[in-house]
């Protein structure tokens, strides 16, 4: 499908929000946590939920690369939270360090198994490498145990399992090249260069994916990869409790409460993994039940809370969530980027105004629309509206 076009593009700022590069929305600042190996200790995550607390409007959202976002920081609070975050050793020693250092973990790792060793020593690496002017967006992926659970997550360098092997993979590519737990770092590293020799960053903006449209892979890479296991389902695993967070967004109350529990570990389904957590018991915004309807939505902060939002997103999307057929996603998106979901969804609702929605059918947020200025109030009438002519 063509984008559809319109005089009110929302804006595309071709970064993500850190800590300590934040970025302003209707609710005041975006502060993101991009926690070493995914992972927050109980007196991290306490503290935490402490900040949102005192210094933002107490909400804290999972993003779909694994990282916590303080919401509604308050511009003279900023320095505080900084402050804290680098008592709590959760800061790079500048922008550009905590840029570089996307790295999305699978959650499932032990210490010393492929996955830690690789993450931690992609960490620094990265860290390293202050020459390394990567686009902003531009992320990893480590996948290395026993079987690929991330190949659906958006990254441009993936370092996966592929039977027996561990494959360097460049986003786009079907082939891989072999690498080692000793060697997966530097070989990324090298990837990472690569991209950007072959001009895959123009004015500073890039995918991977972008490059492999107009050119091959490295000839190294040639090994086939193997298939992504299926999203593991909430509920009890070895590690711990799988739980699930209403639209990816949690109180700070609810977070402490779970920081009582065990250390965090953060997920790109918009779950947390509790270690070794059992029958956590029910929690306001915490999803317990695998067959909830709301984990077949996916919805954006909306406004007010978002610049770009041409109306609220939320409430529309809790009313519909029984309505979605089981099997299929509903993404609510408050202006055609599409944030929340940026890949294409069975159903889709754009904001065009406030309380008025584009309905769009396997597509995108930004794809012309099947049925056009639909109103909350009607959708929330009929909801079979979703569905009808697909």
Known sequence: ?????????????????????????????????????????QTQASAIADMSRIYGNGLIDLSARANLQLRGIS??????????????????????AESRRNILLAPFWRAGDASHVIASRLESALRAAEDLALPGKFGFVVDAGASPLLQGCPADIRIERSGSDILLVA???QVGQPVTVETAADKAIELARWFLQQGGAINGRGRMQALLARRAAPAAHSSSRG?????????????????????????????????????????????????????????????LDATDPRLQVRVCTGAPGCLQALSSTRELARDLAPHVPEGQVLHVSGCAKGCAHPGPAPLVLTATACDTFDLIHHGKASDLPLRQTLSAGALRAAPETLTEGS
Do not use: N
């Not at 850190?18 to 975006?30: E, F, I, K, Y």
């Not at 511009?75 to 550009?96: C, N, R, S």
């Not at 920081?259 to 029958?279: F, H, K, S």
């Open 227 to 287: 298939t992504s296991a299926p999203q593991p389902p909430l509920g009890q695993t070895a590690l711990g409790q799988l739980v699930g967070l209403e639209f990816g967004q949690i109180t700070a109350e609810t977070f402490a409460t779970l920081a009582e529990i065990a250390p965090l570990r953060l997920t790109p389904w918009r779950m947390l993994l509790v270690e070794g957590a059992r029958d956590i018991a029910p929690l306001p915004g915490v999803i």
């Open 1 to 41: 499908m063509s984008p559809q076009s319109s005089p009110t593009s929302p804006k595309v700022y071709g970064w993500c929000p850190g800590a300590l590069r934040p970025m302003m929305s209707g609710d005041g600042l975006v502060v993101r946590i991009r926690s070493p190996l995914g992972r927050l200790s």
């Open 171 to 173: 986003d786009g590519a």
């Open 75 to 96: 511009p003279d609070g900023h320095g505080a939270v900084i402050a804290g975050l680098k008592e709590l050793g959760l800061l790079d020693q500048d922008a550009a």
